[in-house]
């Protein structure tokens, strides 16, 4: 079954620190995987998506996540944190059908000034 | 740029009674969702429906629930006799065809006293 694990529950950066959030995977195929954000009381947005084109994928705001399928891992970084990036931020997995979303348990990131 | 919306916001009820929760997909977007959150757990997959069938459920989405389209512009969810442990936040999702990037709405909060 597929699943995935975030390592962080909560992150804390200085702004303009680099941003690092862990994610590892477990799938018996070739996954698509995801990074959603979610800011306080508004629904989830999509910041990048690796469907096993390029191994490094950019996304919005600055974000980028490198696939590594020998380390089974899908983390996200960015190079320079903002005020506004602090979110609760969601690793996820598609089913093998392409259907359901899978979700890593959150990570919130906080960032101070 | 379109957005997927949810009604209401926040719904409290009493147990054992009836709601409805209300969503409306991107116009042209073929594929919906529904998936929850439990404070504190993981976002987890309800249903999934394409031409006025459901075409993938999880184990969660029992008796209690159905979905349905009735007209061309809303999805909703229903929970038949709310418990208790269906409170949660609800969030309605859709996409032109399944595999692609689902796109989210704000979510519903559903409190059950």
Same mark, same amino acid.
């Given at each position: 079954?597929?699943?995935?694990?975030?390592?962080?529950?909560?992150?804390?950066?200085?702004?303009?620190?680099?941003?690092?959030?862990?994610?590892?995977?477990?799938?018996?195929?070739?996954?698509?995987?995801?990074?959603?954000?979610?800011?306080?009381?508004?629904?989830?947005?999509?910041?990048?998506?690796?469907?096993?084109?390029?191994?490094?994928?950019?996304?919005?705001?600055?974000?980028?996540?490198?696939?590594?399928?020998?380390?089974?891992?899908?983390?996200?970084?960015?190079?320079?944190?903002?005020?506004?990036?602090?979110?609760?931020?969601?690793?996820?997995?598609?089913?093998?059908?392409?259907?359901?979303?899978?979700?890593?348990?959150?990570?919130?990131?906080?960032?101070?000034? | @740029?379109? @957005?997927?919306?949810? +009604?209401?916001?926040?719904?409290?009820?009493?147990?054992?009674?009836?709601?409805?929760?209300?969503?409306?997909?991107?116009?042209?977007?073929?594929?919906?969702?529904?998936?929850?959150?439990?404070?504190?757990?993981?976002?987890?997959?309800?249903?999934?429906?394409?031409?006025?069938?459901?075409?993938?459920?999880?184990?969660?989405?029992?008796?209690?629930?159905?979905?349905?389209?009735?007209?061309?512009?809303?999805? +909703?969810?229903?929970? /038949?006799?709310?418990?208790?442990?269906?409170?949660?936040?609800?969030?309605?999702?859709?996409?032109? /065809? +399944?595999?692609?990037?689902?796109?989210?709405?704000?979510?519903?909060?559903?409190?059950?006293?």
């Amino acid at each position: 079954a597929q699943s995935v694990t975030q390592l962080d529950s909560h992150v804390s950066v200085s702004e303009g620190t680099p941003v690092l959030l862990r994610c590892n995977y477990s799938s018996s195929y070739s996954p698509s995987l995801f990074w959603y954000v979610q800011h306080p009381n508004k629904g989830l947005q999509l910041l990048l998506k690796y469907t096993s084109a390029a191994t490094l994928v950019k996304g919005i705001n600055g974000f980028e996540a490198e696939f590594k399928k020998s380390e089974t891992s899908f983390h996200l970084t960015k190079p320079s944190a903002h005020m506004s990036d602090a979110a609760e931020y969601f690793c996820v997995v598609s089913d093998q059908a392409g259907t359901a979303l899978i979700f890593g348990k959150g990570t919130t990131l906080s960032v101070s000034s | @740029e379109p @957005e997927v919306t949810q +009604t209401p916001s926040h719904q409290v009820t009493q147990m054992g009674q009836e709601v409805i929760l209300r969503c409306v997909p991107i116009s042209n977007h073929l594929y919906f969702y529904w998936y929850r959150q439990i404070l504190g757990q993981k976002v987890e997959f309800l249903v999934s429906f394409y031409n006025n069938e459901i075409s993938e459920k999880s184990e969660i989405f029992d008796d209690q629930f159905s979905v349905e389209r009735p007209d061309g512009s809303n999805f +909703t969810l229903k929970i /038949r006799s709310t418990k208790l442990e269906d409170s949660a936040m609800y969030f309605c999702a859709s996409n032109v /065809r +399944t595999a692609d990037t689902q796109y989210f709405g704000p979510g519903t909060r559903l409190t059950v006293l």
